[in-house]
């Protein structure tokens, strides 16, 4: 049974993905309302993960739409700096301070799954709007195709990616009308698909079916 990390284990997601890792993990689960872990604040993160055990599995399930009473931009004058910069701490700092503070617990052959978005994608949107949650995923995923190629320098074996769960059954998607899924169908499309990669398939940006995403 190896150890298994989630960040953001009190989420919808987080949540169901601690209790799938647990059928066959020691799960550590970390979120800001249980633990105080802040992923904007680097010695939150350092105090955190200074006792972990090496991590074989881990997640990062952290992230916001925008911050409480703001909604996604629906056009260029929408765009609020004070917001902008609040969802980039959490959607793109937040993962590279974990991804730095993380890298050292890893096992030679550690999956680590950094949850993004579709619409993180650069060549995939065609709606436009939506600029500071759209910019942040993007920027997070530049920040996991880098950390996974510095990690596998070092673990030859490891597979580090950013994953999309596709829309999932929680508060976060409270009143959209896309199809959803429940946030434990998510969790086990998740682990299956980080759990069935391969190293040479590290740095990529995959979707809950295990299809790549364009850049």
């Known amino acids: 049974m190896g150890n298994a990390l989630v960040i953001g284990a009190s989420g919808g997601i987080g949540a169901a993905l601690a209790d799938r890792l647990s059928e066959d993990h020691e799960v550590v ?4 309302s249980a633990n ?7 010695a939150s993160v350092a105090r955190a993960f200074r006792t972990l055990p090496g991590i074989d599995l881990a997640f990062v399930a952290t992230g916001i739409l925008a911050p409480e009473g703001h909604a996604p931009e629906k056009s260029l004058d929408a765009i609020d700096a ?4 609040r969802i980039f701490a959490v959607d793109a700092l937040g993962p590279a301070l974990v991804l730095k503070h993380l890298a050292p617990k890893l096992t030679d052959r550690a999956r680590v799954g950094v949850l993004t978005a579709r619409v993180g994608s650069i060549g995939d949107n065609r709606m436009g709007g939506w600029y500071s949650y759209r910019a942040a995923k993007a920027a997070a995923n530049q920040i ?3 950390a996974a190629i ?3 320098r ?10 999309h769960p596709g829309t999932v059954e929680t508060p976060f998607t409270e009143g959209y009308k896309a199809r959803k899924v429940s946030a434990g169908e998510a969790a086990e499309n998740l682990v299956r698909v980080l759990t069935g990669l391969a190293p040479a ?4 940006f995959f979707d809950y079916a295990g299809t790549r995403i364009e850049w």
């Open 154 to 163: 070092k673990r030859k074996g490891s597979v580090v990616v950013a994953l």
């Open 36 to 42: 105080g872990l802040d992923v904007t604040d680097e």
């Open 29 to 32: 689960g970390l979120s800001r």
């Open 144 to 146: 996991v195709h880098g």
């Open 150 to 152: 510095e990690i596998g």
């Open 82 to 85: 004070e917001t902008m910069l």
């Open 201 to 204: 398939d590290s740095g990529g």
